[in-house]
């Protein structure tokens, strides 16, 4: 696997594998960074895309700890003032806390009305419509919250949310775990207005925005503030070219005669000559194959700026071959310096599965194409991720005796559902 060392590695594979040219010339040579970022989500969070039977979360794609989130019990002694056919209401007295997006159902009433707008901790707040019962003055309410923001980032939740509170443990089916439920089943089986003080057993994810942060909802709030952990799978660092290098030529005296020649990697240039311009000596640079996408701005009247496009990550320094320049008779001697260290981007997926990485990538780029070969490499990648799984799952088989029973169920309606979230992806 010394081939898929960083992207430009699996970049320059995946366009020899559709039949494209790997030296920037290629219609298609931008968008391969675009499929190979789109394949690298799809792997970390379980490659469900090619075979639902694929869809578990691998353990190097999963945050290093789980996260933790407060959840918060009903607020009870609060009364409010409702106005009929208005939107605003009045708390009885200031909240501890911002309720914004909390509930408000009014005592003896089916009715559940959300605060949608509160500022700071005002005793005014603004209901998510008109309020439509008999106006009331100090009306006893529950005041609960069910709707929760995750972290930033999160591509998938990789397991139930996870609590050590004695009633999950003693009465929820799966011990200790805030299990997820299909959004739709969710709001059929949990209506608001049934809402009870106990601890959640169930949750669903109700919205993510664009920084991929989720919102989830439980099914009840708690009767004391508690703890409950979950983890996920973040969205993977984007795959760049990554960042170029770029390299400084001085002089200790401007020149006025000879000529010069540039070497990199053994490989030397033709010969530059004292005067040369610009373009020049970016000619004679690009005889370099390695650096022939190479760029050069100023001369030797100043300095020289060769900046590496088309070589990634960090190049040795240029070093200078025959030079016979001079200022008068007093010869001339050139400097290299790095002005910026060339990186490359590495994706996180364990280097011996990349080329699976590879074969997504090309799956995608084929299908574009429509070529035939997006068919090969899609049954490519299906195979490398069986593999793949099929390794972990060992593994957990012999380290784990109820994660080899929760796999052998060949339905997985439980067992996936409940237990390891697949239908998440």
């Excluded at 559940?112 to 707040?125: E, K």
């Excluded at 900046?307 to 025959?322: E, I, Q």
Aim: proline share 5%; aromatic share 10%; charged share 15%.
């Amino acid at each position: 696997m010394a081939n898929y060392e960083n992207t430009q590695d699996l970049k320059k594979g995946v366009l020899f594998r559709c039949g494209e040219l790997d030296d920037g010339t290629s219609e298609y040579d931008s968008k391969v960074l675009e499929y190979l970022n789109r394949a690298q989500q799809a792997m970390v969070s379980g490659a469900a895309e090619l075979d639902l039977d694929i869809g578990e979360p691998f353990p190097w794609a999963l945050n290093q700890y789980n996260k933790i989130l407060i959840l918060e019990p009903a607020i009870t002694n609060l009364a409010v003032t409702f106005t009929n056919g208005s939107a605003t209401a009045t708390l009885s007295a200031t909240p501890v806390s911002n309720l914004l997006n909390y509930w408000v159902q009014p005592e003896n009433s089916s009715e559940t009305y959300r605060i949608s707008a509160h500022t700071g901790t005002s005793t005014t707040i603004t209901l998510d419509s008109v309020y439509i019962d008999t106006s009331a003055s100090g009306l006893p309410c529950t005041i609960f919250k069910t709707d929760y923001e995750l972290d930033t980032n999160v591509l998938r939740l990789a397991n139930p949310f996870i609590t050590n509170y004695d009633e999950v443990i003693l009465y929820n089916s799966d011990p200790g775990q805030i299990v997820g439920v299909d959004l739709s089943e969710f709001m059929r089986q949990y209506p608001l207005f049934l809402y009870r003080a106990s601890t959640p057993t169930a949750f669903t994810q109700v919205y993510k925005d664009n920084a991929m942060r989720p919102t989830v909802r439980f099914n009840s709030c708690p009767v004391e503030r508690i703890r409950v952990q979950y983890n996920y799978v973040p969205v993977p660092p984007v795959l760049t070219n990554g960042v170029v290098e770029i390299q400084t030529i001085t002089r200790s005296l401007a020149p006025t005669a000879g000529n010069y020649v540039l070497i990199f990697n053994g490989v030397p240039s033709t010969s530059i000559a004292w005067n040369a311009t610009a373009a020049q000596i970016q000619a004679a640079i690009n005889t370099i194959p390695s650096l022939a996408l190479a760029t050069v701005a100023g001369t030797l009247a100043t300095s020289l700026v060769i900046t590496f496009n088309g070589f990634y990550g960090d190049a040795p320094l240029l070093t200078v071959g025959s030079n016979t320049l001079v200022n008068g008779v007093t010869a001339v001697t050139l400097t290299v310096a790095e002005t910026v260290k060339g990186e490359q981007s590495i994706p996180i997926i364990p280097r011996d599965h990349r080329v699976t990485l590879e074969y997504y990538a090309a799956y995608y780029l084929c299908t574009d194409k429509n070529d035939s070969r997006a068919t090969e490499y899609r049954e490519l990648t299906r195979a490398g991720m069986r593999a793949l799984v099929k390794a972990w799952k060992q593994e957990k088989i012999t380290t784990n005796p109820d994660f080899g029973r929760m796999i052998a169920r060949p339905d997985r309606t439980y067992d996936y559902r409940r237990n390891w979230n697949w239908w998440w992806y």
